[in-house]
């Protein structure tokens, strides 16, 4: 028993080290891999364009889209869906998990509002607005970064942590959405 006590108590301190192992592996891979597409012209066009279509939702409007969005997930029908993952900004973040060799498993950009402008792959829901890859960096300001923790992802079964940043009109600097990238966790290490 006292070996077990031990054996967890040195894996409890080594926790932070991992951690932030990975943290310096996820802002290596951001300034490396991603900065230089973040801001691409296409990405920063459909946000803006969708911003004008959604600055004037309340809450409850934002709410049911994202019911509707959690409804229709997997039925391989949904306008709503297919909205989101079949414009340019969307061919071309595939094209970026594509040249990645595996290293990104999902890509999505968010308007002001948190809702998905355009996504690799179907996510979950469309309104990312309530949690922090959205929370930490839109409304934080232009040049926030926020790194999630390393988790199962349910839909590939593999480990993954996700970068998230904030996405700025290039002429006023203002931020106007953000992007989330889910990077394979072993490929950070």
Same mark, same amino acid.
């Given at each position: 028993?006292?070996?077990?006590m ?7 301190? @080594? ?11 996820? $802002? ?24 004008q ?25 949904? @306008? ?7 414009n ?6 595939? @094209? ?15 308007d002001?509002?948190g ?7 179907? !996510? ?15 409304? %934080?300001?232009? $040049?926030? %970064? ?16 996700q970068?998230?940043? !904030? ?12 992007? !989330? ?9």
């Open positions: 028993m006292r070996t077990l031990v054996s967890s108590f040195f894996a409890l301190i @080594a926790l932070p080290a991992v951690a932030t192992d990975y943290q310096v592996a996820m $802002d290596n891979y951001l300034e490396t891999n991603i900065r230089s597409w973040a801001q691409n012209p296409v990405l920063v066009e459909a946000i803006s364009s969708q911003n279509e959604t600055n004037g939702l309340g809450q409850a409007d934002v709410d049911a889209l994202d019911t509707q969005w959690r409804a229709e997930v997997g039925t391989g029908g949904s @306008a709503l869906i297919n909205d989101v993952l079949n340019d900004a969307a061919e071309f973040l595939r @094209a970026q998990v594509e040249a990645s060799g595996g290293r990104i498993t999902e890509v999505f950009i968010m002001a509002q809702l998905n402008v355009a996504a690799s792959s179907a !996510t979950s829901d469309m309104w990312q607005g309530d949690e922090a890859k959205f929370q930490m960096t839109y409304s %934080v300001g232009s $040049d926030a %970064v926020h790194f999630g923790e390393v988790e199962l992802d349910e839909s590939s079964r593999r480990y993954q942590a970068i998230s940043l !904030t996405i700025v009109d290039a002429e006023t600097g203002a931020a106007i959405g953000a992007m !989330t990238v889910g990077v394979d966790a072993d490929s950070l290490m």
